[in-house]
């Protein structure tokens, strides 16, 4: 098992613990400290962080990692992620989900997908489900499904306020939730809903319509992107006041933005300002999905692909453009949605924990070298362990 001792490290566990020392052994980190003395004879790899940022490796909630689109025709489906997308954008948690297209999409795809992306050393999970209504799964149920496939962490992305999505009533919605939250129960694991919220007038009302009609609790459910209008992320910040966790969607183009969208960076500013708990924001890359862009006839114009680079350059926006403290941004990518999904031993440095984390220039986070279980994937800002068919 190697033993790696981080000296000299700015820790941000994503709370700022100044200057530390950090031993891991194998995949997990055993100390942090100040100063850390070890007379052993073991071999150990000692690394001089020389004061850069060390923080949680990014925890990605949302990525289409076998590829998404389509609505275009079957030239728009987009591509499968890579282990360096991940890497390159400090992602080392992923959770992979179908979107619109469920018939030449399928889970048993997204499943194969996940369990390699683990076998090349990364931390991998899934929804099951996707957009429609009935809901699709893989062993006859969606309580099933979360008790039995082990990273299964809940269903999604289903969508409402689309019309993409099976128009489905909040009745429906309801007993979708009421199964994940059982199924979640009866396996120690968070069951979550995730939702994606389209562009209809809608917006959030059918989950406020469980809450209110239900026994269910707001927190059941997961919308994700909240930043697609400034009259979605009002009825969002309402939603977290509620008691939910609201998702902010990483990956846009200047399009996109210039449709009315608001930057990732700049709705945590808004949401933080309106008085949201910072708990209760997160952003996701929605990764790989398709990112087309209308003209003013309704008509596709161009396409593009999610960035799993996104979270990181949203992160760094954050703080050096939104002026938000870095332990406030850091938790939005790492110790929140980690608890959201309950994953024990992510987002988080402290002993026992994964050792999955950045180093970052203190300056500009830029980022300088991944570590994901306890194996070095980026060095100096370059990759140093590609996927099994990257050159
Ligand atoms: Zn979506």
């Known amino acids: 098992m190697t033993m790696r001792l981080l000296r000299n490290a700015q820790v941000f566990a994503p709370q700022p613990l100044g200057i530390q020392d950090i ?111 009935p809901v699709k799964t893989i062993t006859g149920s969606v309580q099933q499904d979360i008790m039995l496939l082990e990273e299964c962490v809940g269903i999604g992305e289903i969508a409402i306020a689309d019309h993409r999505g099976s128009q489905l009533s909040w009745q429906e919605l309801a007993k979708v939730a009421a199964e994940a939250r059982v199924g979640g129960m009866c396996s120690g694991k968070a069951g979550i809903v995730s939702v994606h919220v389209g562009s209809g007038e809608d917006k959030l009302s059918t989950l406020f319509n469980v809450a209110e009609h239900t026994n269910i609790p707001l927190s059941q459910f997961y919308p994700t992107h909240i930043n697609r209008s400034p009259e979605l992320l009002a009825d969002g910040i309402r939603f977290a006041k509620r008691g939910g966790t609201i998702d902010f969607t990483a990956s846009s183009t200047p399009e996109i933005i210039a449709g009315g969208e608001v930057k990732c960076a700049t709705a945590l500013r808004i949401a933080l300002t309106e008085g949201v708990d910072p708990s209760q924001l997160t952003f996701s890359t929605d990764g790989h999905a398709s990112l087309p862009h209308f003209n ?32 406030t941004a850091l938790k939005a990518v790492t110790e929140n949605p980690a608890r959201v999904l309950r994953l024990s031993g992510k987002g988080k440095l ?9 180093l970052l220039d203190p300056e500009q986070l830029t980022l300088h070298s991944v570590m994901a279980g306890g194996a070095w994937f980026m060095r100096n800002q370059s990759i140093i362990r590609k996927g099994t068919f990257e050159a």
């Open 350 to 358: 402290h002993p026992g924990a994964d050792a999955d984390l950045l």
């Open 296 to 327: 003013a006839l309704g008509e596709l114009e161009s396409l593009k692909v999610g960035s799993m680079q996104s979270m990181l350059h949203e992160l760094r926006d954050a703080v050096l453009v939104e002026q938000i403290a870095l332990e």
């Open 23 to 133: 031993l891991i052994s194998g995949s997990q980190i055993v100390a942090i400290a100040e100063h850390i003395r070890l007379d052993t004879n073991i071999e150990l790899e000692e690394i001089d962080c020389e004061q850069r940022i060390v923080c949680p490796g990014l925890v990605d909630t949302l990525t289409h990692i076998t590829g998404g689109g389509g609505e275009g025709g079957f030239a728009t489906r987009t591509p499968e992620m890579r282990l360096s997308d991940a890497i390159s954008g400090g992602v080392t948690t992923v959770t992979g989900a179908l979107g619109t297209d469920a018939v030449c999409r399928t889970h048993q795809e997204l499943i194969a997908k996940v369990k390699g992306l683990k076998e090349e050393g990364l931390s991998a999970y899934f929804y099951t489900g996707n957009y429609h209504y």
